[in-house]
């Protein structure tokens, strides 16, 4: 009897403990947003607030200015280039993405569709460096190329249409994989109702399905952009590092937020070094922010496909 | 939404060309310059009486491209055809591109030693101030090594202009003075670093000298001639920037005055203004050259006496 | 009217195949460029060699008899060797030697620092200078620069090489196959348990109140973040907590703060993919298990993880593809110097940031990238693909096909 309700004692302490120890492990994994959130804002308003050999840089001229060197350093005309890439790269991709997904979802046969849903997973599976060497030893040439046939001269092929190229086919296989399961996910009555009334199989799909999956869709762009503007290694690879104005010119060299963190980090203390923070505080907001915009556009297409 | 989308697409297709379309017409030159902590920087405004320009960004025409090191500028002059930048003498021969002979003097080792060339500057290195530790102590022995013979034929080979000294002693001759050099020193890593145009012959004077010295482990970190005082002796010397042996590619300044017997000077380089090998441009004059990076002339027919493309 | 219809419909039917054309052609782009360019750099000594190539010092007599041999250009004949142009792993341009003659005095030399005998062959290449003291006994030097052409013509005039400084190989990535094991480990080491208690908390233990809802939403917050911001949070955070734990003062990061940044780096995959595990394991046994009296955690611990297994073995593998193929964090969180030597207080690169160091430097190096890039696409679709069979058989085994 004794014996018994010792060993519930220690089965209850021992119970705890480990409880404990996995609330333990699940704070800790809470925290590191906290920890991110802390340090990136440490650091990225140290060159805002604080005085460096005398410099101090002012926050309204970081955020707007035109040229990014050591001695002005402004991140204006990086935002713009940043959105304009991405947005050139969803252009693109986005059209590609749903009839890809269209096709596997819908159209091809079982076998066809099986092999088309292995091609895009592996390229999901594809690490952004190699993305980056693609991108740097080949589409660059191809741009290069391009740009002599047109009588442009490019640096080497370094160019916006490179950046645009790379992450389209980085975002690519996102959007495609989330498309294929809003298809999936469009009930089959809406499909035949449709049928019924005399439509053609591919008149309906692209009426009704398309139409019914769109929300499932943008959830998969969304996901898209935010890996896009989050892309740091591959897009350094083939931007370039222009240092002044916004660039729209398929051609012209460019240059991101997160390419601008990645290259020329040298030094391990000091301004050039904080403000590799105050830009990826930077690049956070951005991602916030768009991503705000984009779900509430969603929210509303929902809304309006709910009806 | 689908009308949004086609709107938005043509505004870009739109401004895509627009921005395309302009290059055909005029050949715009592309001014290239080192960043702000270049010697090689200093170097050229100095030659060319732009001094304004050395540490203020806003004093170049505005479209000028910040090239990283002596390296990228290589790359990216090679690139572009339109392009103007300037580098280092001792890699002109490598790199594929033209070098502009300045004022009608040719860049060459002679001309530089008979003092004909204008765009000359010294290579300088410069030791940690601090003496505790291995690194340190080999620091010191890497002091003395730059003066002996073994390593003026490294810095030769390399391109380095070396002014003849008889006297040169060899290594075999004073390693005795330095027993740290006899250690095994497999374990000890001695961090090099400033400039990048001195960057190849560093890393060959920091090969060579670790095969004599213990085979010490030689870490590189080249990010401009600014770093060699600041980073041995000056404000980051204990931090995480700091390095044991600073080079420069420019002389020290009032503010970095290094302890005694702790730095010298390696070599003379040229800077040479260089063009892409297709441009027809061969002479420049220092005028020209300051009229092009301040923006006062823009096209290479405004270059006078040479019509390029 | 109907052949209207018929013709749009074909068009628009043509046009999802063209498109999904496009991503075979994508693959099949990518998959050739990195094979036909990184195929012929893959060798053994290529994988198991060292970064830093072996460096030489020798001095020798020429020859007494010239070695004649026609077949070569810049043909030393006195000692016997011959010379090419041509460019190092840094792609630097060096003098390299492409033939040594069997009669050749190069074949069996003294370093002259070392004492050890050294075999001067074919691969053999030199970046400074040949110090060579002529018949006349006057000294001079033969620079690298002047390239192959003038090096086996001065040579002629060379009674001895005095000085020769010799390099060999070199370009390897065994440190850096070193490092992303350590990586590897490390990782599954620290931050694969964290994932994995946590989400064993949340999926089975928590309970339902705002507080844990409030967690759940700040690990939700995490799968947007972009590895560049956690290479930031490493360079800041990290660098200094792992200098302190290894009481080490070396400067700036180590491989212990690359896989701490990795490790925060996963937390959010491996939950994700723990509680997707956790879900497959049907209900009836956690209330069968606990209906016997067995109390919570042992239920956990004794009956669902087990059958969890799988599922978290799959999350294991998607955590060192992830590790694998990380580049930008640890570019931050470690830095991009290549080592040879690997140690956990020391730097060093996974096979990632060795591509992003031979490409982002003065001289792009592709053949070495790509061939990296091979081994990184292999590992990472192995992994991909065991773990697509692992959730096979877990489908088999719990829908009961």
């Not at chain 2, 990216?76 to 502009?100: Q, R, W």
């Not at chain 3, 070392?114 to 001079?140: A, H, L, M, P, Q």
């Not at chain 3, 694998?324 to 730097?347: F, H, M, N, P, Q």
Request: charged residues 20%.
């Amino acid at each position: 009897m004794i014996r018994n309700r010792d060993n519930k004692n220690k089965n209850i302490i021992v119970n705890k403990t480990v409880k404990s120890f996995l609330l333990l492990a699940t704070v800790l994994s809470a925290s590191i947003i906290l920890l991110i959130i802390w340090q990136i804002t440490k650091n990225g308003l140290k060159p805002f607030l604080t005085f460096y050999d005398g410099r101090k840089i002012n926050f309204f001229h970081f955020i707007v200015g035109t040229r990014y060197s050591t001695t002005n350093y402004q991140i204006g005309f990086i935002i713009i280039n940043t959105l304009y890439v991405v947005l050139l790269a969803i252009l693109v991709s986005v059209p590609i993405s749903v009839l890809t997904a269209l096709f596997i979802a819908k159209i091809a046969n079982k076998h066809f569709s099986r092999i088309l849903t292995t091609v895009i997973e592996v390229l999901a599976a594809i690490p952004s460096i190699v993305y980056g060497v693609f991108g740097a030893g080949y589409v660059t040439i191809i741009v290069k190329n391009l740009g002599n046939a047109l009588g442009i001269v490019t640096a080497g092929g370094i160019s916006v249409l490179s950046s645009v190229l790379v992450l389209t086919m980085m975002i690519l296989p996102t959007i495609t994989m989330l498309s294929i399961t809003a298809f999936k996910s469009v009930p089959r009555e809406v499909e035949e109702g449709s049928l019924a009334l005399g439509a053609s199989k591919i008149q309906t799909y692209f009426n009704v399905t398309l139409k019914a999956a769109v929300p499932g869709i943008f959830a998969g762009i969304i996901l898209g952009v935010g890996r896009a503007l989050g892309e740091a290694t591959a897009v350094s690879m083939v931007a370039g590092n222009l240092s002044s104005g916004p660039s729209f010119s398929l051609f012209d060299p460019t240059r991101t937020l997160t390419s601008t963190i990645l290259i020329g980090f040298k030094e391990t203390e000091g301004l050039d070094y904080d403000i590799r923070f105050s830009i990826g505080m930077v690049l956070i907001a951005i991602i916030l922010l768009v991503n705000f915009i984009l779900n509430y556009f969603r929210k509303r297409i929902s809304d309006k496909y709910e009806n | 939404m689908k009308k949004f989308l086609g709107i938005m697409l043509v505004l870009v297709v739109g401004l895509g060309l627009v921005g395309c379309g302009k290059d055909k017409e005029d050949a715009a030159i592309k001014v290239y310059t080192r960043d702000t902590s270049s010697g090689t920087r200093d170097a050229f405004f100095t030659a060319i009486d732009f001094e304004d320009a050395i540490k203020d960004d806003t004093k170049l025409v505005s479209g000028a491209l910040i090239a990283d090191g002596n390296g990228d500028m290589i790359t990216k002059v090679k690139n572009d055809e339109n392009g103007i930048g300037y580098i280092s003498l001792t890699s002109l021969a490598s790199s594929g591109l033209k070098g502009l002979s300045f004022n009608g003097v040719t860049a060459s080792e002679a001309n530089v030693l008979n003092g004909t060339y204008g765009l000359k500057r010294p290579f300088n290195y410069i030791i940690t101030s601090n003496d505790t530790t291995d690194a340190d102590k080999l620091a010191q022995a890497f002091n003395a090594y730059m003066k002996t013979k073994d390593a003026e034929n490294i810095i030769k080979s390399k391109g380095g202009i070396v002014e003849a000294n008889a006297s040169a002693k060899t290594w075999d001759q004073i390693k005795a003075d330095y027993p740290v050099t006899a250690k095994d020193n497999k374990a000890v890593t001695v961090r090099f670093g400033g400039s990048t145009s001195v960057e190849s012959i560093a890393k060959e004077l920091s090969k060579d000298f670790s095969k004599k010295a213990g085979n010490f482990v030689a870490e590189h970190n080249h990010t401009g001639s600014g770093a060699a005082f600041k980073s041995t002796q000056g404000a980051d010397k204990d931090g995480d920037n700091a390095l044991h042996v600073g080079f420069a590619s420019r002389g020290f300044k009032s503010n970095e005055a290094g302890k005694a017997n702790t730095f010298g000077q390696l070599a003379w380089d040229a800077v040479v203004a260089v063009v892409n090998s297709k441009n027809t441009l061969t002479d420049v004059t220092s005028v020209q050259l300051r009229q092009v990076y301040s923006g006062e002339v823009t096209t290479w027919s405004g270059v006078t006496g040479n019509d390029k493309k | 009217m109907k052949t209207k219809r018929i013709i749009r419909d074909s068009v628009l039917k043509g046009i999802t195949y063209i498109a999904s054309f496009i991503s075979i052609i994508i693959l099949v782009a990518i998959l050739f460029f990195i094979f036909a360019k990184g195929s012929k750099g893959l060798t053994w000594d290529f994988i198991t060699g060292d970064n830093e190539p072996k460096s030489y010092t020798i001095s020798i007599l020429s020859n007494n008899e010239l070695i004649e041999n026609d077949k070569y250009e810049n043909y030393a004949k006195r000692f016997g060797v011959a010379f090419e142009d041509s460019v190092n792993y840094d792609k630097e341009p060096v003098v390299k030697i492409v033939f040594v003659d069997d009669k050749s005095p190069l074949h069996s030399v003294i370093d002259s620092i070392t004492g050890e005998k050294v075999s001067v062959s074919e691969g053999f290449y030199f970046t400074t200078f040949i110090e060579i003291v002529d018949d006349n006994g006057n000294t001079d030097y033969i620079y690298a620069r002047e390239g192959a052409k003038v090096a086996s013509e001065k040579l002629a005039n060379a009674k001895k090489i005095k000085d020769w400084a010799l390099s060999y190989e070199g370009g390897g990535i065994r440190g850096s196959i070193i490092t992303t094991v350590y990586l590897v480990v490390l990782t599954l080491l620290i931050g694969f348990p964290i994932g994995i208690l946590t989400a064993v908390y949340l999926h089975e233990i928590a309970p339902k109140n705002r507080f844990i809802n409030i967690l759940r939403s700040f690990i939700d917050m995490l799968t947007g973040v972009p590895s560049i911001i956690y290479g930031l949070l490493g360079a800041a955070l990290l660098i200094p907590v792992s200098q302190m734990v290894l009481q080490t003062d070396s400067i700036g990061g180590n491989v212990l703060s690359g896989a701490l940044t990795l490790s925060i780096m996963i937390l959010p995959v491996v939950i994700k993919a723990t509680e997707s595990a956790l879900d497959v394991v049907p209900k009836d046994y956690k209330l069968a298990s606990l209906a016997l009296g067995v109390n919570e955690v042992q239920t956990t611990f004794k009956v669902i993880l087990p059958n969890a297994m799988p599922g978290i073995l799959s999350a294991a593998l998607l955590t060192i593809g992830r590790v694998i193929g990380e580049s930008a964090a640890l570019i931050y969180a470690i830095g991009t110097s290549i080592k040879d030597v690997v140690s956990i207080d020391g730097k060093g690169t996974s096979l990632a940031v060795h591509i992003w160091s031979v490409m982002a430097g003065e001289n792009p190096n592709v053949e070495v990238a790509t061939s990296i890039a091979i081994i990184i696409l292999a590992l990472v679709l192995v992994l991909n693909l065991i773990v697509k069979y692992i959730s096979h058989r877990l489908d088999k085994k719990f829908k009961g096909v």
